[in-house]
């Protein structure tokens, strides 16, 4: 059975139709620009603040330097995930983990 995708955002492209950020149940789908790198997309930095507040991906981010960051998951292949989104020819989609953020102290106010 496919998972079922929540649209969280979508950011980076002309119109902002396009790449996206999608959760599941138990993690994120990243849909991006294609990379010469299989499991690996890229996508505009903007695109994780439409994460739900004190999760993030994760996955290890690598910052291109040009606004994006590169991030490798497990490829997108089941059709009914796939028909759940609107992916260009030049994108696709990689699941990664969603994780919690802890909090290891206070706030500290000056």
Request: glycine letters at 14%; charged letters at 20%.
């Amino acid at each position: 059975m496919s998972k079922r995708l929540r649209l969280l955002g979508k950011n980076g492209s002309p119109g902002n139709t396009c790449p996206s950020l999608y959760e599941t149940e138990d993690g994120f789908v990243t849909q991006g620009w294609r990379t010469d790198t299989p499991g690996t997309v890229e996508i505009p930095h903007v695109l994780l603040g439409y994460a739900d507040p004190g999760t993030y991906i994760g996955a290890p981010l690598v910052d291109s330097g040009r606004g994006t960051f590169l991030v490798s998951g497990e490829p997108v292949t089941d059709p009914g995930m796939l028909a759940q989104m609107e992916i260009a020819p030049n994108e696709t989609a990689v699941e990664v983990p969603k994780m919690e953020r802890t909090f290891y102290g206070e706030a500290v106010t000056g």
